[in-house]
């Protein structure tokens, strides 16, 4: 799918008009990527608020920057510092007098640069300008993740019937890579979560060398990239036959997440769609279990706005894609999260990540 950038770039100015910025520079390589098609490693962008946008990388990507930027942009192939190419280009840019910079994203000692080498303009903070233009995804974004979910479900598909009694966490974890890979995922958006047993209590576990045991809880929290864009998704089965204890604890969690995915839509604030399941564990007395936020934006990044959490008082917007995921985790016994990608779109919310949802026992 191909991108209007030139929209994307027109709304930006007018953003940053707003903001009385006669300038932004940009050093995340999202955000870069977003606004221009460039996919390499190093890049800086100047976004002038009157004029055009200018790409600043290096020779190793001499040849890829043309091919993915076209005249989206001008381009400026540094012999050997980005930084100096820069301040050897602003003093062209007619009427320049305040830029802003990503103070989310910019190192220290790149700071330090803007108070030596540009001193001569008035620098100024900026967050999330073109992060808040991302929340919401256009056609080609919205295809382009669901390419990605496909791929992260039929990995799914393909690794469960592996699954031995024995096996490392690694090892499955392994299997799970491969199954991506041989899907056509690009990369992987954040290190694979293979978690057994008591080691499914916590959210975030790496994958480790402990061997799967007969009823142990198996949390599986993985995602695939395409053309940059990423899908995440969790599942959490039993290896072996479950307990009542398990089926309990699996079927609550399941409920709030199916919940939680009818109920979102774009309109309400983050700290509604949060509350959507909290409510429902709450009244099932799980609160105390569920201690992370309900989901995050998805896109370019893993982790990207909007935010669904108690805390998040910013509205939801239109084609928005958010994860769903409520977890409840009993230290030193184990935890059951369900994840899905869904889709804010105007006819309401719209699952992305198909893949069974009831308890699967693996035999």
């Not at 903001?19 to 390589?29: A, E, F, K, R, Y």
């Not at 007619?94 to 990503?102: I, N, P, Q, R």
């Not at 009993?330 to 999260?337: D, N, S, Y």
């Amino acid at each position: 799918m191909t991108a209007d950038l030139g929209a994307r770039i027109a709304t930006l100015q007018i953003v940053m008009h707003e903001q009385h910025l006669d300038g932004l520079l940009l050093t995340s390589l999202a955000n870069v990527r977003y606004l221009t098609g460039f996919s390499g490693s190093n890049a800086l962008v100047f976004v002038s608020g009157r004029g055009g946008v200018t790409l600043f990388t290096d020779f190793r990507y001499q040849t890829q920057v043309v091919d993915e930027v076209g005249d989206t942009a001008r381009v400026i192939v540094a012999s050997n510092s980005l930084w100096s190419e820069l301040w050897a280009f602003l003093p062209t840019v007619a009427g320049l007098e305040t830029v802003g910079f990503e103070s989310a994203h910019l190192l220290h000692r790149d700071f330090e640069r803007l108070l030596g080498d540009g001193a001569r303009w008035q620098w100024r903070p900026a967050r999330d300008l073109v992060e808040s233009l991302r929340e919401r995804k256009d056609v080609g974004e919205i295809a382009l993740i669901e390419v990605a979910a496909q791929m992260a479900t039929d990995a799914l598909a393909v690794t469960l019937p592996l699954i031995r009694i024995g096996q490392r966490e690694t090892a499955i974890a392994g299997l799970l890579e491969k199954a991506l890979r041989d899907a056509g995922s690009e990369a992987f958006p954040f290190a694979t979560i293979v978690a057994s047993g008591p080691r499914s209590a916590l959210p975030h576990a790496r994958s480790s060398s402990r061997a799967v045991e007969s009823g142990d809880f198996l949390l599986l929290d993985f995602g695939a990239v395409h053309a940059g864009y990423c899908s995440d998704i969790t599942r959490t089965v039993v290896v072996g036959r479950a307990s009542t204890e398990q089926r309990s604890l699996y079927d609550a969690v399941r409920q709030a997440q199916e919940k939680a995915c009818l109920e979102v839509h774009a309109g309400m604030r983050g700290r509604e769609a949060d509350a959507i399941a909290r409510d429902f564990l709450t009244a099932a007395g799980l609160a105390d279990g569920f201690g992370h936020s309900l989901g995050h934006g998805i896109g370019l990044e893993v982790h990207e706005g909007p935010r669904l959490a108690s805390s998040a008082d910013a509205i939801l917007p239109l084609d928005a894609v958010v994860t769903v995921e409520p977890g409840v985790y009993r230290a030193g016994w184990g935890g059951v999260r369900i994840e899905d990608d869904v889709l804010l779109a105007a006819a309401g919310p719209r699952r992305l990540t198909d893949f069974p949802r009831e308890l699967l026992e693996l035999n």
